[in-house]
């Protein structure tokens, strides 16, 4: 299996909110409570950046499955060797194995980009995110008790990390 990933233009903008919308308004993969719109996305989002990006995924037969990206971990000029990285799929297409591929290629785009270090934030309650991200060697290095409240629920959030050039 290899899943293509194709560099995310503004015309993918609906396709990235119709995902994103599923995942607010059913689940605690993503913690925003109300569907965001496209000028919010394009404010997380890197489009067409010459640093950060943004990618479609596609499957081998060319269908449109996910997307995936890497953005600045956090603004200050310090921690511009890490980068946070973040995956969804349409939940047709989760559990299936496009997810590692995905990373895989997503991570050799990372490493060449002269990266140290990914991070990838996850909902402790997101337990295919935790697998995939364990499967494709991850370790957790910080779990945040009661950081986010959806759902009439408290939700904790771990982190977990990847350290390109040990």
């Known amino acids: 299996m290899k899943v293509r990933l ?3 233009q503004e015309s993918d903008l609906p396709f990235v909110k119709e995902i994103y919308d599923y995942y607010t308004l059913h689940t605690t993969a993503v913690y925003s409570i109300e569907p965001v719109s496209i000028e919010d996305i394009r404010s997380f989002l890197p489009v067409h950046d010459p640093v950060y990006r943004s990618y479609i995924i596609q499957s081998p037969e060319g269908e449109t499955i996910g997307l995936c990206y890497f953005n600045k971990f956090k ?3 310090a921690y511009r060797i890490s980068v946070e990285l973040t995956i969804y799929f349409k939940q047709e297409f989760t559990g299936k194995g496009y997810g590692s591929d995905a990373m895989k290629q ?3 785009i ?3 980009g002269g990266f140290h270090n990914i991070v990838a934030l996850i909902g402790s309650e997101n337990e295919a995110s935790i697998r995939l991200f364990e499967k494709c060697g991850y370790t957790c290095c910080a779990h945040i008790k009661e950081a986010a409240e959806k759902f009439n629920r408290k939700l904790d959030l771990k982190i977990y ?6």
């Open 6 to 8: 194709e560099e995310l």
């Open 75 to 77: 603004p200050r000029e």
């Open 106 to 108: 997503l991570e050799e």
């Open 110 to 112: 990372i490493r060449a």
């Open 161 to 166: 990390q990847k350290r390109l050039n040990p």
